[in-house]
């Protein structure tokens, strides 16, 4: 029964960071007044929390795990292996969503009107097309937070946090252009929140695949390649998103506080 509630924890933990494109939605239509700078803030801290836990717990933890099963040597070179291939994995996914449909290059809330565009078609595929660049993206962001939450509690919280600010601005980047193309607010936010379903069900999916696998050598490969795929995310997708929406050094300002907090979490569950 313990491990029956285990595994339903990790998997709301999941769902709430795949939601949490909905709130972009809300932001997007129902706020009177958006504060650039507050989201700024928001994403450098998940950006600041997903690189302090990267370097200074999953990293290590893909380290002690690799090291007990295949030696200090040969562990410590497929935890760098691992973590690179993290990278180069989410680094494929990106190349692979065109440039104009990519979730992560609109700017801010405020200039994301598409009113005055000519084609109502091309808005609602550039809405799916992000839907589905997110799906992908969450894919394995979904079984970071799920393997990290079964392994350790109070890590999979952290990650299911940040994954969830990082969300934000890709609900938006679903919801604004498939409203100006249907006129219709609840399409756009449903399209929005359910395209965040793709983290529970990567969760699922890669946990079903790799579970009779799950030794201690696959789940430090896993999480070497969490750690690349987390670092990769802040630097490429919500450092340069968080300045778009405010000014340097708020961003910066967020990262910080976000490795903070990160610290004297890990310090005090220690």
Excluded: C, Q
């Amino acid at each position: 029964m313990m491990i029956d509630e285990k595994y339903l924890f990790a998997f709301a933990l999941t769902l709430f960071a795949g939601l949490a494109t909905g709130i972009g939605s809300l932001m997007a239509f129902f706020s009177k007044k958006f504060n650039p700078n507050f989201l700024s803030a928001a994403l450098g801290f998940s950006a600041g929390v997903m690189i302090y836990v990267s370097f200074v717990e999953i990293f290590f933890k893909a380290k002690e795990s690799l090291t007990a099963s295949l030696g200090d040597v040969t562990g410590y070179w497929m935890t760098v292996v691992s973590f690179f291939a993290g990278i180069a994995l989410i680094a494929l996914i990106d190349k692979l969503v065109p440039s104009g449909e990519n979730p992560h290059e609109i700017s801010n809330i405020e200039e994301a009107n598409y009113k005055n565009s000519t084609s109502n078609d091309k808005l609602l595929r550039m809405g799916l097309f992000s839907a589905l660049a997110i799906a992908i993206h969450n894919f394995p962001e979904g079984l970071a937070t799920f393997t990290a939450d079964l392994t350790d509690p109070t890590l999979g919280i952290s990650i299911a946090v940040a994954i969830a600010i990082h969300n934000i601005p890709e609900g938006v980047a679903v919801s604004v252009p498939i409203y100006y193309a249907t006129k219709n607010k609840k399409k756009a936010f449903w399209m929005s929140l359910l395209s965040g379903l793709a983290e529970p069900v990567g969760a699922i999916i890669g946990f079903i695949i790799l579970r009779p696998f799950l030794d201690g050598a696959t789940l430090g490969i896993i999480f070497g390649a969490v750690a690349g795929i987390m670092v990769y995310i802040s630097l490429d997708e919500l450092l340069p998103t968080a300045r778009e929406y405010g000014k340097h050094h708020i961003a910066i300002g967020g990262l910080i506080a976000g490795m903070a907090v990160m610290s004297v979490s890990l310090l005090l569950f220690a």
